[in-house]
T-cell receptor, first 114, second 114 residues
C-alpha cells in the first residue's frame, strides 16, 4: 500500500533532550513537509523540502532541524532549544512544483516533553 | 500574509441534517483549496481539492465550492451521519509559493448526534 508512515505514534522525552521523529513515504513524491498541531488549532509549517538534499524553513522552524538524504525519508529533530515541544507532529508529502497538488498526511506522532 | 478562518469552531447537528462548513481566506490569489477530515488523535485525510479555476468539487455526499473573489469556500455535507463526526480543516495554497506550502484554518469540529 502506498502512503506515509510516521514512528513512533507516541514519544515521551525529558526536557533538555533532543528527539528525532521519523517520516517515510513510498508515494514517489519529491516534496515533503513537517507541521505542528497544538490542541484546538490548525497546522503550522515547520520545515519543507522540494527535493533531496534541499529544505527550507517554514513559519516556526526555531528549535527544529531536518535532513533530506533520501527521497523517501524526511526526519525531524526536536532540539532542546525548542521552548514548547509538546505537540502533535504531522508529516505530509506531495508532488513538487506548480500545480494543484494534493497533500497526503501521515498518522502523526504525539510528543510529550516533561 | 494569508489568513484562513473557519467558522464556527464547533457544530452539533442531529443525524440526517444537511449542513455547511465555512472557510474564508484573506488573499484571493490562490492555487488551490483543500478540505481535510481529522479524527481525534489521527492524521489528516484529504476530502476534496478545488483548483483555482474550478467553482466546485463533489465526492459522494460532500460538495465543496470556491468563490475566490469573495475569499470563501464552503463544504456541504448532505444527510449527515454519526460517522461524519470529526474536525474538518481547510487549507489554502497561495500563488506566492512554488513549494506547495499551505495555510490552514483552525478547523470546525462537527458532532452528528444519532
Amino acid at each position: 500500500d502506498g502512503g506515509i508512515t510516521q514512528s513512533p505514534k507516541y514519544l515521551f522525552r525529558k526536557e533538555g533532550q533532543n528527539v528525532t521523529l521519523s517520516c517515510e513515504q513510498n508515494l514517489n513524491h519529491d516534496a515533503m513537509y513537517w507541521y505542528r498541531q497544538d490542541p484546538g488549532q490548525g497546522l503550522r509549517l515547520i520545515y519543507y523540502s522540494q527535493i533531496v538534499n534541499d529544505f527550507q524553513k517554514g513559519d516556526i522552524a526555531e528549535g527544529y532541524s531536518v535532513s533530506r538524504e533520501k527521497k523517501e525519508s524526511f526526519p525531524l529533530t526536536v532540539t532542546s532549544a525548542q521552548k514548547n515541544p509538546t505537540a502533535f507532529y504531522l508529516c505530509a508529502s506531495s508532488i513538487a512544483g506548480q500545480g494543484a497538488h494534493e497533500q497526503y498526511f501521515g498518522p502523526g506522532t504525539r510528543l510529550t516533553v516533561t | 500574509k494569508q489568513e484562513v478562518t473557519q467558522i464556527p469552531a464547533a457544530l452539533s447537528v442531529p443525524e440526517g441534517e444537511n449542513l455547511v462548513l465555512n472557510c474564508s481566506f484573506t488573499d484571493s490569489a490562490i492555487y488551490n483549496l483543500q478540505w481535510f477530515r481529522q479524527d481525534p488523535g489521527k492524521g489528516l485525510t484529504s476530502l476534496l481539492l478545488i483548483q483555482s479555476s474550478q467553482r466546485e468539487q463533489t465526492s459522494g455526499r460532500l460538495n465543496a465550492s470556491l468563490d475566490k473573489s469573495s475569499g470563501r469556500s464552503t463544504l456541504y455535507i448532505a444527510a449527515s451521519q454519526p460517522g461524519d463526526s470529526a474536525t474538518y480543516l481547510c487549507a489554502v495554497r497561495g500563488w506566492d509559493t512554488n513549494a506547495g506550502k499551505s495555510t490552514f484554518g483552525d478547523g470546525t469540529t462537527l458532532t452528528v448526534k444519532p
